[in-house]
C-alpha cells in the first residue's frame, strides 16, 4: 500500500484552519505521469492543441496540469529527448547536449526536488536524481490529479538525463513507425523511471511531467520499521565465496553476509537480519517469522506489513545500500517467487558458480513483481547482490515484562506469521 505523506496532511489541516495559504504548497516542485495515454506521434493528442514534437508534450503536460488546477502549470515540461536535445537540457529551458553544459557557460543544475501529486516525494535535486547518485525515493505513479497509475513512459532517455545511444526518438516524437524507443515505467526507481527497456513507437504510453525550477529541499523520508536493504557487496551465486560468508555455506553464507554488511552500515540489530533466498529446503516466506512494516535505510517505506511485501507491489524498490548508496539496475539473487515461494534455479543451493547452470533473481530497482523474480543468470555471473530483511525479535509478553535484562534468558521466542 502506498503510504500517505505525514508532510501533505500537516498541509491539508493547516490550509483548512486558515494558518498557511495553498501558496506555500505551491511552491513544492511536482511531477506527474499523464493520466492519458497515445503514440509517439504526440502531436495527434488531443491535449496537444496545434503543437509537433517535443513542444507537444509540453503542451500536453501543461493542459492536464492545468486541468488538475496545479500551480505554475504553464510551465510544466515533458520529459523527453530529441536528436538534438537532451531531456536534461530542455527541462532547464535549454537546447542542445548535457556534454556541451546546453549551450551554457555551465552546466545548468536549477531543477528540483519533486514531490508527487499525492504529497510524496519523488527525487532529490536534478544533479541528485541522475546517474550517479540515483536518489529516487518513491517511483513515479501518480497522475496530475493525484490518482495512481501503472504503465511505460516515454522519453528516449537513459539515466544521465541524456539522448539514448543510437537514439530512437520516433522522429523526433512525430512518427509511428514500429521502432523501439526508450522507456521508463512507474514501478521503476532508481534509473527505471527513465530508463527500463524499449517499446514501440506506435504503441499508446504515457509521458512524465516535471515542473521546472528549484524548489525547497525536501523533508527526508522517516518511516519506521524493520530494515531492508540491498548488500553494497556482490559476488557468485556461490555465496561460500563471498568475503562476509564467514566460513558458511548456501543460506547460511546468505545470512552471514546480511549480518556482515548490516554490522558494516551501523544497522541496528545486526543478528537479526536474513537473506530474501529460497532453497530446496524452505521458502524465502517461511524464514520470516516477525510481522510489521519494512523500511529502506533512508527511511521510506517499502512495505507496510510482511503480506503487503507478498502482493507483488512494493511502496518502493529496495536498491538502497547498507551504506545509503542507491544502486541501478543490478540482479539480486532470490531464487523466489512474488509470494515468497522457491522456483527453480538455486545453483545447487547455493553453492555452485558454474557456468553452465543458473539461478532465478531479481531487479534491485523494481517495485513490481519483478523486484524478486525476472532475471535468469548463470551461476557464475558476479554482479549480483542480495536483499536483506531484518526480522526484529518479537517480546513474549505485551505488558513489556521482559523490557528489562533479559541476558539470562536462554531465547527470545518468535511467533509464526498467521496471515488473514
Given at each position: 500500500m502506498r503510504p500517505t505523506s505525514r508532510r501533505s496532511q500537516v498541509w491539508m489541516i493547516l490550509i483548512l484552519s486558515g494558518?498557511?495559504?495553498?501558496?506555500?504548497?505551491?511552491?513544492?516542485?511536482?511531477?506527474?505521469?499523464?493520466?492519458?495515454?497515445?503514440?509517439?506521434?504526440?502531436?495527434?493528442?488531443?491535449?496537444?492543441?496545434s503543437a509537433v514534437g517535443a513542444a507537444a508534450g509540453d503542451a500536453i503536460c501543461r493542459t492536464l496540469a492545468a486541468d488538475a488546477g496545479l500551480a505554475n502549470a504553464g510551465t510544466f515540461i515533458a520529459w523527453l529527448s530529441t536528436t538534438t536535445d537532451d531531456a536534461y537540457c530542455r527541462l532547464h529551458g535549454f537546447s542542445g547536449k548535457k556534454s556541451a553544459n546546453c549551450g551554457q557557460a555551465e552546466l545548468p543544475v536549477a531543477g528540483g526536488p519533486w514531490m508527487h501529486t499525492d504529497g510524496l516525494p519523488f527525487g532529490e535535486s536534478i544533479d541528485r536524481l541522475l546517474y550517479p547518485e540515483l536518489v529516487v525515493y518513491y517511483p513515479l505513479a501518480a497522475d496530475e490529479d493525484g490518482n495512481p497509475v501503472e504503465g511505460y513512459m516515454m522519453t528516449a532517455t537513459v539515466g544521465d538525463g541524456t539522448v539514448s545511444p543510437n537514439p530512437i526518438t520516433c522522429t523526433d516524437w512525430t512518427s509511428t513507425a514500429p521502432n523501439d524507443m526508450v522507456v521508463g515505467k512507474t514501478a521503476r526507481g532508481s534509473v527505471g523511471w527513465t530508463n527500463t527497456g524499449s517499446t514501440r513507437c506506435d504503441i499508446a504510453h504515457r509521458l512524465i511531467c516535471l515542473e521546472p525550477g528549484a524548489g525547497p529541499?525536501?523533508?527526508?523520508?522517516?518511516?519506521?520499521?524493520?530494515?531492508?536493504?540491498?548488500?553494497?557487496?556482490?559476488?557468485?551465486?556461490?555465496?561460500?565465496?563471498?568475503?562476509?560468508?564467514?566460513?558458511?555455506?548456501?543460506?547460511?553464507?546468505?545470512?552471514?553476509?546480511?549480518?556482515?554488511?548490516?554490522?558494516?552500515?551501523?544497522?541496528?540489530?545486526?543478528?537479526?537480519?536474513?537473506?530474501?533466498?529460497?532453497?530446496?529446503?524452505?521458502?524465502?516466506?517461511?524464514?520470516?517469522?516477525?510481522?510489521?512494516?519494512?523500511?529502506?535505510?533512508?527511511?521510506?517505506?517499502?512495505?507496510?506489513?510482511?503480506?503487503?511485501?507478498?502482493?507483488?507491489?512494493?511502496?518502493?524498490?529496495i536498491n538502497v545500500t547498507e551504506l545509503g548508496t542507491y544502486i541501478g539496475n543490478y540482479a539480486v539473487w532470490t531464487a523466489t517467487s512474488t509470494n515468497g515461494f522457491l522456483t527453480d534455479g538455486t545453483c545447487s543451493d547455493w553453492t555452485s558458480a558454474s557456468g553452465g547452470d543458473t539461478a532465478r533473481a531479481g531487479a534491485a530497482y523494481a517495485a513490481d513483481t519483478a523486484w524478486t523474480l525476472i532475471h535468469t543468470p548463470p551461476c557464475n555471473f558476479a554482479a549480483t547482490h542480495l536483499y536483506c530483511i531484518e526480522d526484529p525479535s518479537e517480546p513474549i509478553f505485551s505488558d513489556g515484562f521482559e523490557s528489562g535484562d533479559t541476558t539470562a534468558w536462554s531465547s527470545v521466542v518468535q511467533r509464526p506469521l498467521v496471515f488473514r
Open positions: 494558518l498557511l495559504t495553498p501558496a506555500l504548497e505551491a511552491q513544492e516542485r511536482v511531477a506527474f505521469v499523464t493520466s492519458v495515454t497515445g503514440t509517439a506521434d504526440l502531436g495527434s493528442w488531443p491535449e496537444s492543441g529541499a525536501l523533508t527526508p523520508p522517516n518511516e519506521t520499521g524493520a530494515v531492508a536493504f540491498l548488500t553494497s557487496v556482490q559476488g557468485t551465486a556461490d555465496l561460500g565465496t563471498w568475503n562476509d560468508a564467514g566460513g558458511q555455506t548456501g543460506i547460511a553464507a546468505a545470512d552471514a553476509i546480511c549480518q556482515a554488511r548490516a554490522s558494516a552500515g551501523s544497522l541496528a540489530n545486526p543478528s537479526q537480519f536474513k537473506a530474501w533466498i529460497s532453497d530446496s529446503a524452505v521458502d524465502a516466506k517461511d524464514r520470516f517469522l516477525v510481522d510489521g512494516p519494512r523500511v529502506r535505510p533512508d527511511g521510506v517505506k517499502v512495505a507496510d506489513s510482511f503480506a503487503d511485501l507478498l502482493d507483488g507491489s512494493l511502496d518502493a524498490s
